[in-house]
Nanobody, 127 residues
C-alpha cells in the first residue's frame, strides 16, 4: 500500500486548507482512513478518522467543529478540510489506513491500530 498526502502549506491563522491523501495498492473501500499529526517536539496524535462508506467519522476534541474528514472511494482519496486554523495546528500531517478485519470495526485512534502510513505533509499556521 502507498499513501501520498498533499495540500499542506503556510497559512495565516483563521485560514483554511484541504489535505488530500491518495491510496493505492489495495482495495481502498476496505480500509478505515485516518489523519494524524505531529508537532515539533511532540508525539504523533490522532486528528480524525472516517469509516468505510464514509458515514461514520471521529474527531479529536481539539479539531471538532473546525476540521472535516471525508473520502471519495471512486478516487481512492481521503480528505481533511481544515477551517479556522490556529497556530497550534502547526504540524506534519499524516494519513493512515486501517484494514477492516471484522464487521462493525470501530474507528481507531491509536497509532498502532493503523496498518499503513504515508510520508506526511507540513502545515504551518502563522499568528
Amino acid at each position: 500500500v502507498q499513501l501520498q498526502a498533499s495540500g499542506g502549506g503556510l497559512v495565516q491563522a483563521g485560514a483554511s486548507l484541504r489535505l488530500s491523501c491518495v491510496f493505492s495498492g489495495r482495495i481502498f473501500s476496505s480500509h478505515i482512513m485516518g489523519w494524524f499529526r505531529q508537532a515539533p517536539g511532540k508525539e504523533r496524535e490522532f486528528v480524525a478518522a472516517v469509516g468505510t462508506g464514509g458515514r461514520l467519522t471521529k474527531y479529536a476534541d481539539s479539531v471538532k467543529g473546525r476540521f472535516t474528514i471525508s473520502r471519495d472511494d471512486a478516487k481512492n482519496t481521503v480528505y481533511l478540510q481544515m477551517n479556522r486554523l490556529k497556530p497550534d495546528d502547526t504540524a506534519v500531517y499524516y494519513c493512515a489506513a486501517d484494514r477492516v478485519r471484522q464487521i462493525l470495526q470501530p474507528l481507531a485512534v491509536g497509532l498502532s491500530d493503523y496498518d499503513y502510513w504515508g510520508p506526511g505533509t507540513q502545515v504551518t499556521v502563522s499568528s
